[in-house]
């Protein structure tokens, strides 16, 4: 069984979180019946239970742009082969090289997953320095992890402080990462926070972003401000203040997103919502 991402869908008299499931067989594959099928399918038969929306092909856009931009490759693959939107081969290995960056990143390999952001984005180095320095600076850590300080030392003098030199704020946390390799137990050093598992997903996130924004993608889909539309207005018809919580800026920034997407039916859908 495939879930269908929580934020996306939910059935009617349901509650959000409880997202439905579908098999693969469910979708079809695109012939000559397939606007027929189309019609029959787990996508409209969910979003016909709560919504009337008549902008399907911006709907099916949105949500195929958030698929890609998170990483879901094969579910991404199976709504552009549903939906009759491109997928190509390129995209589908690009999304493969993106989970293996952040598969690498988790497990500590730091190298391998810097080795595939040059190899694949070759403007990264040029365009992020500053996240270029977290990531070799991560190795480091890994390094001491490892209690190598031979290479800790050799890496550092080759790649790292060349590029902190000329800051005081790189300057500062380089010292502060070197210094853990004095210490029998570097994770209970005054900078043991550094060794914190918790970093390799901040920085894998970082890069995720800026791998978005290389490939001139938003790094937040429209479908997270959609989503947020939801929550504004349940909070709203609570009787919450929604300033004190997303800000009015913030506030006004999704309501024009939502406006976009939807058009003249964003009144409708909000009624709609009403049950979540």
Avoid at 100 to 129: C, H, V, W
Avoid at 154 to 176: C, D, Y
Avoid at 208 to 223: L, M, N, R
């Amino acid at each position: 069984m495939v879930p269908c991402n929580k934020k996306l869908f939910k059935k009617q008299k349901l509650p959000l979180h409880m997202a439905p499931k579908f098999a693969l067989s469910e979708l079809p594959e695109k012939d000559e019946n397939y606007t027929e099928l189309c019609e029959t399918s787990w996508f409209k038969r969910t979003i016909s239970g709560y919504c009337d929306i008549s902008h399907n092909a911006r709907m099916e856009a949105t949500i195929y742009a958030y698929l890609i931009s998170e990483g879901y490759k094969n579910a991404a693959e199976s709504f552009a082969r549903e939906t009759g939107l491109e997928f190509t081969t390129e995209m589908a290995r690009l999304l493969t090289v993106r989970a293996e960056i952040k598969r690498n990143f988790l497990d500590g390999k730091i190298m391998e997953a810097y080795q595939l952001i040059t190899d694949n984005y070759s403007n990264f180095k040029e365009k992020f320095p500053n996240i270029v320095f977290k990531i070799l600076l991560q190795h480091i850590t890994e390094l001491i992890r490892q209690k190598n300080a031979p290479e800790c030392f050799r890496f550092g003098q080759e790649h790292v402080i060349p590029l902190a030199e000329n800051s005081k704020e790189m300057t500062e946390i380089m010292e502060q990462t070197f210094s853990m390799i004095v210490f029998d137990e570097p994770l209970n050093s005054p900078y043991g926070h550094l060794m914190a598992i918790n970093n390799r997903i901040a920085l894998s996130e970082e890069v995720h972003d800026a791998i978005i924004e290389i490939s001139a993608k938003p790094k937040s889909p429209c479908i997270e401000h959609l989503f947020k539309v939801m929550v504004l207005y349940k909070m709203q018809s609570n009787g919450h203040e929604l300033n004190d919580i997303f800000g009015e800026k913030n506030k006004e920034s999704v309501m024009a997103n939502a406006r976009e997407f939807f058009g003249n039916d964003l009144e409708s859908f909000l009624t709609k919502i009403d049950d979540v």
